[in-house]
């Protein structure tokens, strides 16, 4: 909080030195099995080409959001070590100290559905209506936009994993809250498993997690993952029996 008082939510993620500071605090102040990088989901848009501002009392807000099919052909797919590379750097200084001691990084991503949410909602958003429509309007458009974010993500998580994150995370903060089973099993779950098999190569265990999708869980493991993450509305007994 301290940090945040001199220096913006950007300026933090985008300085390997703080981002490092940020991510090792809790290291230093407990006793805890593994860290996790300090970053947002979000930062790979930017390298896309849509412009981020987190604002205060707000979060997150794209000022040139994703509306039409020729929005989506406008997105470019840069290599995260170009547009990346403080968070990556960052990666490299925390593994480098945790090594020796023992304790592993987890490095993550968000998914493409959350991603493409973001995206086209411009920010935050209760009902995902813009993101519905333009999917279930411009199912190709969807599908070249979806295809875009899995080459970003993947390039990004494989480059976090060389930077020596030990294991990998992927957020699908809003599949669950936005989407029914059906829609999620044609819209979302091919990406999905698309992302997972790129991201085997990485030689590190892979944490598929998501909120509210306890409804087709299974669903969701069949995408991937040595992990698979779940919120607090499903007992763990029940999710067992669905994973």
């Known amino acids: 909080r301290r940090l945040r008082e001199k220096f913006s939510m950007l300026e933090l993620i985008r300085t390997p030195e703080l ?16 860290a996790i990088i300090f970053a947002d989901i979000l930062p790979p848009l930017i390298g896309m080409g849509l412009e981020l501002e987190f604002q205060t009392g707000i979060g997150p807000v794209i000022h ?15 290599p995260a070590g170009e547009t990346l ?3 990556l750097e960052a990666v490299k200084i925390v593994s480098a100290e945790l090594d020796p001691r023992g304790i592993p990084l987890i490095g993550f991503a968000g998914a493409p559905f959350t991603l493409a949410a973001y995206a086209i909602e411009g ?20 599908k070249r936009l979806m295809t875009k974010l899995v080459t970003v993500q993947a ?24 989407l029914g089973k059906t829609a999620y099993t044609r819209f979302v779950a091919p990406y999905n498993k ?26 969701v493991a069949r995408c991937g993952g040595d992990v698979i993450g779940v919120d607090f509305r499903m007992p763990l007994g029940a999710a067992w029996d669905k994973i």
């Not at 040139?64 to 840069?78: E, F, K, S």
């Not at 920010?123 to 969807?142: I, N, Q, R, V």
């Not at 994993?161 to 990998?168: E, F, H, N, Q, V």
């Open 64 to 78: 040139n959001p994703v509306r039409t099919a020729y929005d989506i052909d406008l997105l470019g797919t840069p």
């Open 123 to 142: 920010g935050g958003s209760k009902d995902y209506a813009l993101t519905k429509a333009f999917m279930y309007s411009e199912p190709a458009a969807w």
């Open 194 to 219: 698309d992302l997972f098999e790129k991201l085997s190569q990485a030689g590190v265990p892979l944490i598929n997690f998501s909120t509210g999708t306890f409804p087709y869980l299974e669903e």
């Open 19 to 34: 981002a490092a500071e940020v991510t090792l605090q809790p290291m230093e102040a407990f006793d805890l099995d593994a």
């Open 155 to 178: 390039d990004y998580l494989l480059e976090q994993a060389s930077a020596g994150a030990a294991a990998l995370q992927v957020f699908d903060s809003w599949a669950g809250l936005a």
């Open 85 to 87: 590379a403080p968070t």
